[in-house]
């Protein structure tokens, strides 16, 4: 161990759950984006189907799922990847905290990542001892970057980067000599325009590196498209060398995928209209959602995209927390995302329809005893 790490962050949210659930009609969460739709019937069909699984599957992950891969990203992302230049991974939040690992990166060295960000970047920075740099702007990425993470669409705040952002960030990295890693697992849940009908671009799009994948990685995660996050079925795609090398590396480290989990990938990537009606699903509690957290007061800043709606009041983000759970409404500080979002929550869209509209109706409740007083 390198040093100490940090307190687990959703640690802090034990009081204020605690709080929301002595509420009268019980407390709702919405501070975690963990699916609660159903697992598509196929899906788990193939997962049932495949688990005489008595031999080690491969790290690579199956031919069948390295070519249902490659598929899903020209079909999907417009992206063109040869079947050995994919990866099947343990979930991505696993590669998001292992990859400065997996590359080789220690001390003395830096991990970049948003400034509004997922904690699990820092994290991996501080797993192996090396700095982690939260810039936005390519322009202040340092000379020892090593690694580079870019959140499109971001977690938590739904922003999106366009081509020409995505560009330049491929092209300062690459003066840098650093390998930069597209997180873009929410890519299919675009809303407001121009993503309610334009795809969401990979940092793999041919707008952003043309033919060449050096030092680029795409990484995508079925657990929110296809509600698979019990399943931990993820994967990665880009430069074939880097593709070999993260190969080699799993290798040794045992990280491979179960068999039968690789056959039910193959069955989601496969099929597109569970993705749609899922889609459909986070429009309608959108829709319920965001008219009634703006009616409490709240400012819906970015989240054009995503599973999230990412507000402030202007006050400290705890506050709000507090506020919330005296409504049974339990969100996640921005607090937890970093230093520079002290002063908004995030609202996952992840609840039942049920829930959701509960937590509508309470929070245009307040607001209208609000108005009254």
């Known amino acids: 161990m390198r040093g100490p790490l940090p307190d687990y962050p959703w640690d802090a949210m034990a009081p204020y759950a605690e709080r929301a659930a002595a509420h009268p009609g019980g407390a709702l969460d919405l501070s975690v984006g963990s699916p609660v739709d159903p697992t598509p019937a196929a899906v788990r069909d193939a997962l049932a189907a495949a688990t005489d699984a008595h ?28 079947p050995s230049a994919v990866l099947p991974t343990v979930g ?46 390519p322009a202040d990425w340092p000379e020892h970057t090593r690694l580079v993470w870019v959140n ?24 840098l000599g650093a390998v930069i890693a597209g997180d873009e697992c929410y890519a299919e849940f675009g ?5 309610d009908t334009e795809r969401i671009p990979s940092i793999l799009d041919p707008r952003v590196v043309g033919d060449d ?44 995928l179960p068999a039968p989990v690789q056959a039910a990938m193959v069955a989601a990537l496969g099929d ?68 520079h979002s002290p002063q908004h929550v995030r609202f996952a869209l992840t609840a039942s329809d049920a829930a959701i509209a509960e937590a509508a109706k309470r929070l245009s409740g307040a607001a209208n005893d609000a108005r009254a007083v």
């Open 55 to 82: 031999a080690y599957p491969a790290t690579a992950g199956s031919p069948k799922l390295r070519e249902a891969i490659a598929d899903w990203f020209a079909r999907r992302r417009g992206v063109t990847v040869a």
């Open 92 to 137: 991505s939040k696993e590669l998001v905290a292992l990859l400065p690992f997996l590359l080789g990166i220690g001390a003395g060295e830096a991990v970049v990542f948003p400034r509004i960000a997922y904690p699990s970047y820092a994290m991996g920075a501080a797993l192996v001892g090396a700095d982690a740099i939260a810039a936005d702007d």
């Open 152 to 175: 499109s669409p971001g977690n938590p705040d739904g922003a999106v980067q366009d081509v020409d952002r995505l560009r330049a960030a491929v092209e300062r990295a690459r003066e």
């Open 191 to 195: 809303w407001d325009a121009p993503w």
């Open 213 to 256: 994948h050096r030092d680029v990685l795409s990484v995508y995660s079925l657990s929110k498209q296809s509600n698979l996050a019990g399943y931990r079925a993820a994967f990665l795609a880009g430069d074939p060398e880097l593709v070999q090398r993260l190969l080699t590396v799993r290798k040794h480290a045992g990280l491979m």
């Open 272 to 339: 597109e209209a569970h993705v749609i009606e899922q889609r459909e699903r986070y429009i309608a509690r959108r829709a319920v959602l965001r008219p009634a957290i703006e009616a409490a007061g709240f400012r819906i800043e970015r989240s054009e995209a995503g599973l999230y709606l990412w507000a402030t009041r202007d006050e400290d983000a705890w506050d709000s927390v507090a506020a919330l759970a005296e409504l049974g409404l339990i969100v996640g500080p921005g607090h937890f995302y970093g230093a």
